[in-house]
């Protein structure tokens, strides 16, 4: 498949998901797969979006919803494989699950790591 040149202000064409550099380099992190730090990546960019909706806990801590399905569809992964990846940033103290029951979505705390 040939791919066409991007030209003039066609580059700023895409919306980008960020992952911190330090997830990518600091010894800290180096046990993390490259999947579950993509992982990290997504929810700090549903983020903006806990941000916007307001949703925030009694303590005012910002929490995400993403649900198993949206994360294995975002990553053209099996639930098993999303569930193992967000697994290991749970372990890892990146991420707080609020288990709510009755179908509902979990609630996702993302922490910040810089500042622990």
């Avoid at 040939?2 to 180096?30: M, N, V």
């Avoid at 999303?82 to 979990?106: C, D, F, H, T, Y």
């Amino acid at each position: 498949m040939a791919f066409r040149y991007f030209y003039g202000k066609e580059a700023d064409q895409y919306s980008f998901i960020r992952i911190p550099k330090l997830l990518l380099t600091g010894k800290d992190f180096s046990s993390l797969s490259i999947m579950a730090k993509m992982l990290y990546g997504l929810l700090l960019d549903r983020m903006g979006m806990a941000s916007k909706n307001k949703w925030l806990d009694r303590e005012n801590r910002v929490y995400v919803i993403y649900p198993i399905a949206e994360i294995q569809q975002d990553m053209c992964i099996s639930r098993k494989k999303a569930m193992e990846i967000l697994s290991e940033l749970e372990e890892k103290g990146l991420v707080e699950k609020q288990i709510r029951g009755s179908g509902l979505p979990n609630l996702l705390y993302i922490k910040q790591f810089t500042a622990a």
